[in-house]
């Protein structure tokens, strides 16, 4: 029976394919430059004369049905007729950076998996070596901003990627969600101070300042200090994953209390019997299989508070997925406050700080 074949788009700009082969469990693509100029180096002006090609080069690209994409090009030359000694240009591509292992696509796909996650963690996910994951955090730190490309910018996004697990060393980035629904990332700061956040802020041209409706951020003082003082018309929204983190932890330190009580008072046998019940208790309770619910029900047995921290968490969850008008937001969150003071748990008072201080 032959095989069935489908074309993919490959993303890519200004080339030619020339051959595709597929090497394990890879995909190998040449391609070939269809532009026919260079900007010389030296006297910045295009430059059509062909000069040849130069090595192979070879940049990882975005996967495809889980296999990896390799891209294989020759970089294209040209000679500049107006300087002295004609000296020769390699043409600048818009998908590749020279001397990146990756193309421009993966090294922003890689920057997305990078928030709210380590380099390590991903560099482990995408197996590809750590300098590689952190190679992409300072090529793109030293890369400008080309505000001419934009026309409106929507929501910024405001996020920051972990160099090191538990050593709170951060560094931010900056997206915008275009008109179109389109994610752009427009930088990559070499921290996340307010002075920093801000100076990147104040670049953004006056015109273009305007286009923006909202900024969408973490609990962080410093990304929405500075949001507010050099975009003090936006609108600032908390991002749910952060908040979602905040009660979703409050509930778990519970567990954690509630399970150090019961492994003094519980026999061995009884104890052990609540083996699994860390991830049951994470889950939401729509995602859970038949063994886990009845973990969860055995736990509840031993710790009513628990059972009760649970409901609370899920209620809350309930909430946010409706996503009702602000004003009904308000009530349905104000019940879910005086639910939790009823109830006499504790584990709940950080967050309610929180919730009183950005929901007004």
Known sequence: MAKRQISIPLDIEDVDV?????????????????????????????????HGYGEWVKVQHLSSFGQKVFIHYRPKRYECPYCENHPTTRQQLGWHEANSPHTKAYDEYLLRALVNSTVQDVSSKEQIGYDGVAGVIERCIARQVDWTQYRRLGTLGLDEIALLKGHGHFVAIISAQLPDGHVALLGVLADRKKET??????????????????????????????????????????????????????????????????????????????????????????????????????????????QLAYALREQLTAIFDQAPFKNDAKRLLRHWQAQVQLSGLSCFDPFLKTLHRYCH
């Open 197 to 306: 956040v801000k100076a990147f802020l104040q670049t953004i041209p006056p015109a273009l300042r305007s286009t923006i409706d909202s900024a969408c951020s973490d609990l962080y003082d410093g990304y929405l200090q500075a949001v507010r003082e050099v975009l003090p018309k936006v609108r600032l929204v908390i991002d749910r994953f952060h908040v979602a983190k905040l009660y979703r932890q409050a509930a778990d330190d519970l567990r954690k209390t509630e399970l150090k009580r019961l492994r003094k008072t519980l026999s061995k046998q009884d104890y052990q019997q609540l083996t699994g019940s860390l991830w049951a208790f994470r889950k939401n309770r729509a995602d859970l299989q038949p063994h886990e619910q009845v973990i969860l029900a055995r736990l509840f047995t031993y710790s009513p508070a628990l």
């Open 18 to 50: 020339l051959k595709v082969d597929v090497q394990g469990n890879s995909l190998h693509i040449q391609v070939e430059s269809s532009l026919k100029y260079a900007t010389c180096e030296q006297c910045g002006r295009r430059i059509t004369t062909f």
